[in-house]
C-alpha cells in the first residue's frame, strides 16, 4: 500500500509516525500546494490529510485510492458525495483532541476573566515595584462561582468543558444545533436565552448550515455588557466583523478564539486593529494540539487504516 501524508506539518516535528510508517511504503509531505497534488498522489492507495481539500478533480487524480484519512474530526474538507459514489472511504478522527480544548478553552477563559495579561505587563513593566500598596485594582475581576455557564454544543468537548464548569460552581445551560435535545442533564434553551441569561458562552460546535455566522451583531447585542465569549469550536461560526465592533464598542465584556474563518489569520483582520485590546484574547488554532492529542492522532489514523486494511 502506497500511504502520503500530505502535510504532515500540521501534526508537528516532535511527533513519531512509527505507527503508519509500520503500515506500507510511507511517504511524508511537510506541505502540499494545489498544484503538487497531482504528482504527489498519482500512485497513493492511501492519504493522509489535516487541511488538504479533496473535491471531484482531486480525487480523479489518484487513481489508485482507496483511502482518506483525515488527522482531524472535521470533515468539510472532503466532497463526502463524491468519495461514496467513487467508492473512496473516507475516516476521521474521533475524541483525540477533547482534553487539549477543554484545558485551552479554560486557559483562554480564565487569562481573560482574571486579566493575567494584563497584571503580568503591569509587574514587568516595572509599575508594581513603584507601588507604594502591595496589591493593584488596576483591573478588577469577578469569579467564576454562582455565574450562568452558556455551552453551544454539547458533544465530547462540550459536555467535558460543562462538567468542570460545574465544578466552578456555574449554573450550566446549552443550546443545541442540531435542534437535538439528548442531553437532561442540563437545562437546552433557546439560543436567544442563553446569550441573555450567561455570563460565559463557550462555543464547541461544527461549523454547517446551522452554524454559518451563528452570533452576529444581533445576537451580540442580546449579551450582557459584561460576559464573554468564547470559540474553541470552528471559524465561522461568528461573525468576526461584528465581534471587533462590539468588542471596541464594549456590547460585550470580551472574547477568547482560537479558531477564525481564514487560517491563518489575514494581516488586515479587525482583530489585529481593535482598540480594547484587553478584551481580546487570540490563539493560532492551538487549542487541540497537546503534545499527547497530536500522538493519539496518529495513533488513531494508523487504526484506521489497519481496520481498513483488515476488510
Given at each position: ?75 468539510n474538507n472532503i466532497d463526502l458525495a463524491y468519495a ?112 441573555q441569561q450567561s455570563d460565559i458562552i463557550s462555543i ?108
Amino acid at each position: 500500500m502506497n500511504i502520503i501524508f500530505l502535510d504532515a506539518d500540521t501534526i508537528g516535528k516532535d511527533i513519531s509516525f512509527l505507527p503508519l510508517e509500520q503500515l506500507g511504503n510511507f511517504k511524508v509531505f511537510g506541505t502540499t500546494l494545489s498544484g503538487e497534488l497531482s504528482e504527489r498522489i498519482k500512485t497513493a492507495d492511501i492519504i493522509v490529510t489535516n487541511k488538504v481539500v479533496f473535491g471531484q478533480a482531486e480525487m480523479d487524480a489518484a487513481p489508485n485510492l482507496k483511502l482518506i484519512c483525515l488527522t482531524a474530526t472535521g470533515m468539510n474538507n472532503i466532497d463526502l458525495a463524491y468519495a461514496e459514489k467513487k467508492g473512496i472511504t473516507v475516516k476521521n478522527a474521533v475524541n483525540y483532541s477533547t482534553e487539549s480544548v477543554v484545558q485551552s478553552t479554560y486557559a483562554s477563559l480564565l487569562a481573560l476573566l482574571n486579566g493575567i495579561v494584563y497584571f503580568d505587563h503591569y509587574v514587568k513593566s516595572g509599575a508594581y515595584s513603584n507601588s507604594f500598596i502591595f496589591t493593584h485594582f488596576g483591573h478588577t475581576f469577578a469569579e467564576l462561582s454562582g455565574k450562568h455557564f452558556g455551552i453551544i454544543g454539547l458533544g465530547n468537548i462540550g459536555k467535558r468543558v460543562a462538567e468542570i464548569a460545574v465544578a466552578f460552581g456555574t449554573k450550566v445551560s446549552y443550546y443545541s444545533t442540531s435542534g437535538k435535545h439528548t442531553e437532561d442533564t442540563y437545562p437546552c434553551l433557546s439560543l436567544s436565552d442563553l446569550l441573555q441569561q450567561s455570563d460565559i458562552i463557550s462555543i464547541h460546535a461544527p461549523l454547517n448550515e446551522n452554524t454559518q455566522n451563528l452570533i452576529g451583531y444581533n445576537e451580540l447585542q442580546q449579551m450582557k455588557s459584561t460576559a464573554l465569549l468564547i470559540n474553541m469550536g470552528r471559524g465561522g461560526i461568528i461573525n468576526e466583523e461584528d465581534l471587533a465592533k462590539a468588542i471596541d464598542k464594549n456590547v460585550i465584556g470580551g472574547a477568547a478564539l482560537d479558531v477564525y474563518a481564514h487560517e491563518p489569520l489575514p494581516a488586515e483582520h479587525p482583530f489585529m486593529h481593535i482598540k480594547n485590546k484587553q478584551k481580546l484574547i487570540l490563539t493560532p488554532h492551538v487549542a487541540w494540539a497537546s503534545t499527547e492529542a497530536r500522538t493519539r492522532v496518529v495513533q488513531l489514523t494508523a487504526k484506521n487504516i489497519e481496520e481498513f486494511i483488515g476488510k
